[in-house]
Every structure is written in C-alpha cells, then in structure tokens.
C-alpha cells in the first residue's frame, strides 16, 4: 500500500491545509462539495482548504430522470452532471473507497490505475470526512436473479433496458417459434415503488408507440407484469393515489400483481409465489436498496438497518469529523416528534441535507454554532407515462396531467446545473414537436464485436438475457461486401 502525496504544511509561514475527504460523487457527494467550494472560496485560494472527492464515476447521475432516459425522452448525456467541470476547485479521484479507519483519518482507496501500477490501494489522509456512498441494490436470494435479471440504478442500466425491450421486440418480429417470440414480448418488473413503477410506466408507453412500426407486432402483444410484494404500489403518495395508479396501470392491461414475490427466474421462466409461470427475456430488479458496503469497512458506528448513526446535526453520533447524509446516513426527523425515527431515504431530503451539511462544515472550520436539520416532509410526485402521473404534495392530491406536469416541474427545478436545467427542457420542448427514437443501439455494449469477429476473434459475451449484445454479422464466405 502507498500513501498519497499530502500538501499540508509544505509551504513555510502558510497554515497547514484542512483536508476535507469526500466520500462519494453521487447527489449528496456532488452537491455538499458544490456548496463547499463556494463558501470556502478564500480558503481555497489561500490553500488552507483542500476538497477532494472519491467517486467510482466522473459524473453524477440524477436518477429521477432514469425512467424518461430509458423511454428515450431524454438523451443519457443530460441526465449526468460531469464532475470535473462543476467541481472546478476540488480534486476528483476516480476510484472506490475501500475502507475508512477514522481513528487513524485515512481511507483506503483502489483507483483506475492501482491494478496497473501493482502497489496496491492508495491510502489518503484526511482532516474531515463526508461519507456519502448512497446505496446500492438490495437483492435477495432468488435462483437466477444474477445471471438474467437486470436493475435500474444507474445511466447504463437504464439505456441498456431500452436496447434490450427493443431488441426483443425484433426478435419476437423475427421469429417463426410462438414461445420465443411469448417469452420476449413479456416483461416482468419486480418492486413497486418509483423506480419500478416509473421504469416500466415509461418503458410501456415507448414501446406500445414502438409497436406501431412493426408489420406484426400490436401493443396487446406485449405483456407487462408489474410484482409488488406488500398490498400497495407507490406508498409514498399515499393510499388513494396508490389506489389509482393501480387502476391506471392495469387500463393499459398491464398485470400488477400485489403481496406477490419472484420466487425464481432460473431458465428465463420467472416463477411467481401465487402459482404463475412465465416465460421472459427481461427481468427487471427494483425491490428496494441498500447502504453501500463501504459503511460496513469503516469504524463509524451503525444503524440496526446498516445505516451511520447521525445526528440532527449531520455529524456522526460520537464522533469528531466525521459527516453524513443521504441514503447512507441515518438522520434523527426532528419534525416527526417520534423518538427515534429517521428520515427517509429520499431525493427530497437529500436535496436539503446537502445545505446544512456544507453550511456546518463551514461552521466547525470557522469555530461558529452548528444548526440541526429539520425538515417535514411535504409529499411526492410520481410518473405513470407521457402525459400521467400521481402527487400527493402539501396534502393535495393531483392525478393525470396536472400530476405529470408537476413531475416535470419539479425534477427539472431540481436537477443540478442551469446548463442541464436548459439541455433537459430544450429535449422536452423537441420531444414534443417530432416522433420518438425507436433505434436500439446494443452493440454499444460491446463496440468492439465486429472487428474482433472481422480479425478473427470468437464472438464476445452475451447480454443478461442470454442472447448477443450486437447485430449479428455474417461469415467470410457469405458476407455481400467479400462478393
């Protein structure tokens, strides 16, 4: 293991630097260290603070938007923020965070180059810690969930989904066998909260328009099965929008089936508790998630649920210079007068942590009080499709378009950046006036495919479903370009 460079206290006569060590480029990474650099600016300048971020990716992800970049009404390059040109005066590491010893202030961390340079992980010292990971899928112990099932977190997921519904589409146009084309015009989505039911509201409204331009395909040949393992979908708009968006789902004869689990998904047959049984190409896993794995390699103490315990402060409960918030982070609602309740994790209350979080990074720096975050929760908007939603906000309930109009209101004031603030409504504003793309573009995933098959190579790895990730490619003797 090798020890990064540290520039604390190299200069004579200059204070050491504070070395504030996020961890995490996700919403609360990215924002936290947006609001830092802007209240520390002096301090930058002056190379008494140094912000450096860690962070798998180089670019953020809004995930909101997931659903609307699967159906194609946003281009995937607009719904991420690149991280180098926002935070101009951090450092970005790309890399993992491995593990944290907080008693020690150092975090272990692999990067892009540590496999190539052989030295092992990079150890980085720090002065304060952010620890933002967010939170990964939570999976359960299903026959065939990982070698055919696909989620719905990140960008690559969400554009890899739609290549995917497309592509069955053409198989099943293609095929002269009933049960194949059967198994890859259905669709099972299994969890039903916003991104189950967000991801396939959007991606039933791309491909029943899709439908259209295919000589033998209509949209009641596409069956799409919505499994939700508690009596309701969309909890967090409350019981009656729930209500209704069930009944608008199912009028697009899309089957939600309720306190009902996957059981299997082994042989690309998805096997249902009730009994059902059916053959599908595409399973999609949005039952919920979990914290990140870094939180468990770290000395920081925990939640029963795997969450850092946190103050209303932000801090972690018993420890100095140490910060959280966002999935990872387990808040006391101050607002809920309930002793030990937390704050959900959700955007709404990400969004608000990141503010006084940085404001009491500040703060501690500078020797001033800290505040508490309080903040009561005033409802969600959900999307049911183009032109459908739910909302369930400051008591009121919206269904239909003034819902769907909402959705969009408030994502597009929320995600981050005037320059994708502008990108995501001129896409909106051209979705309106022109046809939608229906163009997969699988080979992406594996761009090399067809020079290694022109060179010689076998064919490259397959999908999640089991079948090529790229257009298949004739041989030497029968290709029409050798003749």
């Known amino acids: 293991m090798v020890k990064a460079a540290n520039s604390r206290g190299t200069t004579p006569g200059t204070p050491p630097s504070t070395r504030i060590l ?37 670019y953020m992800t809004y995930q909101p938007f997931l659903p609307e970049a699967a159906a194609g009404s946003i281009s995937p390059r607009h719904v991420v923020v690149p991280l180098r040109r926002v935070l101009d005066k951090c450092k970005i590491l790309i890399g993992e965070a491995r593990s944290v010893d907080h008693a020690k202030r150092t975090a272990t961390v692999t990067t892009l180059a540590t496999e190539e340079e052989g030295t092992g992980p990079v150890e980085i010292t720090y002065d304060e810690l952010v620890i933002a990971p967010g939170s990964i899928s939570r999976t359960l112990p299903v026959p065939g969930l990982a070698e055919y099932a696909i989620g719905f977190k990140t960008v690559e997921e969400a554009i890899g989904l739609r290549n995917h519904v497309i592509e069955q589409m053409d198989i099943a146009s293609s095929t002269r066998d009933p049960a194949i084309r059967d ?21 039933e409204d791309m491909a029943r328009y899709t439908a259209r331009y295919y000589h033998n395909i209509k949209p009641a040949d596409l069956k799409w099965i919505l499994v939700e393992a508690s009596n309701r979908i969309l909890p967090e708009v409350g019981e009656e929008m729930g209500k209704y968006a069930i009944r608008e789902l199912r009028s697009r004869n899309i089957d939600v089936r309720l306190d009902t689990r996957l059981d299997s998904c082994e042989d690309r047959v998805a096997v249902l508790s009730d009994g059902s ?53 387990g808040v006391p609602d101050v607002t809920s007068g309930e002793p030990g309740k937390e704050t959900a994790p959700n955007a709404q209350h990400a969004v608000r942590q990141t503010k006084v979080l940085a404001e009491n990074i500040v703060a501690s720096l500078r020797g001033e009080p800290l505040k508490e975050y309080a903040h009561k929760y005033v409802g969600s908007v959900a999307s049911l499709g183009l032109h459908k939603g739910v909302a369930h906000v400051y008591g009121r309930k919206l269904k239909g378009y003034p819902a769907w109009l909402m959705h969009r209101t408030y994502h597009l004031s929320r995600v ?68």
């Open 183 to 203: 198994a890859a015009l259905t669709f099972v989505f299994v969890g039903g909260g916003y991104a189950g039911v967000e991801a396939l509201a959007e991606l």
């Open 416 to 483: 981050p950046t005037f320059n994708r603030k502008a990108r995501v409504l001129a896409e909106w504003t051209l979705a309106g006036l022109f046809k939608r793309e229906i163009v997969s573009l699988g080979s992406l995933e594996h761009p090399r495919a067809e020079f290694e098959l022109a060179a010689g190579g076998k064919r490259p790895g397959h999908g999640p479903d089991g079948g090529p990730r790229h257009r298949p490619v004739s041989g030497p003797d029968e290709s029409p370009r050798g003749k």
């Open 277 to 329: 049984r059916f053959p599908t190409r595409t399973v999609v896993w949005t039952a919920g998630v979990k914290p990140a794995p870094i939180l468990g390699a770290t000395d920081l103490p925990l939640t029963e649920r795997g969450r850092l315990k946190c103050t209303a402060l932000l801090t972690v409960a018993g420890v100095d210079h140490a910060w959280a918030a966002g999935d990872a982070a």
């Open 22 to 58: 996020v961890v995490g480029g996700g919403y609360v990474g990215m924002y936290t260290a947006l609001r830092l650099q802007r209240k520390l600016k002096q301090e930058l300048a002056r190379g008494q603070v140094e912000i450096q971020v860690i962070t798998p990716d180089p």
